[in-house]
């Protein structure tokens, strides 16, 4: 089965710059999506598609996909970003949707 | 606007069936492009996809070990509810159970993801 692989845990400072990282075998072929998860919340859905951002998420997420990686990148993070963050995408070999582990952003 | 709305037990005795409800509403469900998903995530991990359900009644289920011959997921259109069935749970399915909106394409390049997701629904299997 198809595995998606996040780091655990990843930090910035405040005005910094986050990236959280998503390894899967050839993901840059499919579309990745990302989740924001706050602490006793639903996730949100912040980029699908690769790189697109729903109505009302801030221009500050943007993310990428090439290759193995896709990656999150969250700009002059704020303390209200803190948060797990999920990547997800479609394996069309299985028809099953997959959920990397997830990575917790701390705002130090 | 659309909102999704989970309901049922928070309590399950091990070896019972669970039965969750999701309503629908601001939106109709039947329309193709979109599916009706179920998500589940055990205290303190991950999230985990247990499967999605057409308008036509199309479903893909996980074929997880843990969930593999367990998982029914059903739609009514009539009353705008989706409705997840887990048999025989033990207490490993102890989890908040989320409903959400599966936008599908079918295509690699785009799609198959999660726009609109319900606030979630704790059940507790425990005897």
């Known amino acids: 089965s198809y595995v998606l692989t996040q780091p655990p845990s990843v930090s910035a400072a405040p005005g910094q710059t986050a990236a959280i990282t998503c390894g899967g075998s050839?993901?840059?072929?499919?579309?990745a999506h990302w989740y924001q998860q706050k602490s006793g919340q639903a996730p949100i859905l912040v980029v699908y598609?690769?790189?697109k951002r729903p109505s009302g998420i801030p221009e500050r997420f943007s993310a990428s996909n090439s290759g193995n990686t896709a990656t999150l990148i969250i700009s002059r993070v704020e303390a209200g970003d803190e948060a797990d963050y999920y990547c997800?995408?479609?394996?069309?070999?299985?028809?099953?949707?997959?959920f990397g582990g997830g990575t917790k952003l701390t705002v130090l | 606007q659309l909102q999704l709305r989970e309901s049922g037990p928070g309590l399950v005795r091990p070896s019972e069936t669970l039965t969750l409800t999701c309503s629908v509403s601001?939106?109709?469900?039947?329309?193709?492009?979109?599916?009706w998903g179920w998500i589940y995530q055990p205290p303190g991990k991950g999230l985990e996809w247990i499967g999605s359900?057409?308008?036509?009644?199309?479903?893909?289920?996980s074929s997880s070990p843990s969930l593999r011959g367990r998982v029914t997921i059903s739609l009514d259109t009539s009353k705008s509810q989706s409705s997840l069935n887990l048999g025989s749970v033990t207490a490993a399915d102890t989890a908040v159970y989320y409903c959400?909106?599966?936008?599908?394409?079918?295509?690699?390049?785009?799609?198959?993801?999660?726009?609109?997701w319900g606030q979630g629904t704790l059940v507790t299997v425990s005897s």
């Open positions: 959400a909106r599966h936008v599908r394409t079918g295509l690699m390049i785009q799609g198959d993801y999660f726009d609109s």
């Open positions: 601001g939106v109709s469900v039947n329309t193709r492009t979109f599916y």
């Open positions: 359900v057409s308008s036509r009644g199309r479903t893909f289920y």
């Open positions: 050839k993901i840059g072929t499919v579309a």
């Open positions: 598609d690769d790189t």
């Open positions: 997800q995408v479609w394996d069309s070999n299985t028809d099953h949707v997959v």
